[in-house]
Nanobody
């Protein structure tokens, strides 16, 4: 069965950092673009970041630009999302998902087929 597994979430203070991991099981993430999304209680799911395997191009939501970075480790079949300078507004369940390997990735959820179970990120003092 194709599966994505997120990990690395937790409770951090404002200004802190976390590194989230997205590991592919049953398929090779080298063949997909990967996106990160988040959903806070009472709010709709929003795109956070994405990475194209073809070009290395990445994109970020305006709210996280300059604070988050995305990277891929092909040997470990893993995509990471580094969260820096975290704010309470970043509190949400974070999900990774796969898309077709377009040259430019998209932070829109449209087209993303396989999704992980999510990992909780809580930013609070």
């Amino acid at each position: 069965q194709l599966q994505l597994v997120e990990s690395g979430g937790g409770l951090v203070q404002p200004g802190g950092s976390l590194r989230l991991s997205c590991v592919g099981s049953g398929f090779n993430l080298d063949f997909y673009n990967v996106g990160w999304f988040r959903q806070a209680p009472g709010k709709e799911r929003e795109g956070v970041s994405c990475l194209s395997l073809t070009s290395g191009q990445s994109d970020f939501a305006d709210s996280v630009k300059g604070r988050f970075t995305i990277s891929r480790d092909n040997a470990k079949n893993t995509v990471y999302l580094q969260l820096n300078s975290l704010e309470p507004e970043d509190t949400a369940v974070y999900y990774c998902a796969t898309d077709s390997p377009y040259y430019y990735c998209s932070i829109s959820p449209t087209g993303y087929k396989y999704w992980g179970q999510g990992t909780q990120v809580t930013v609070s003092s």
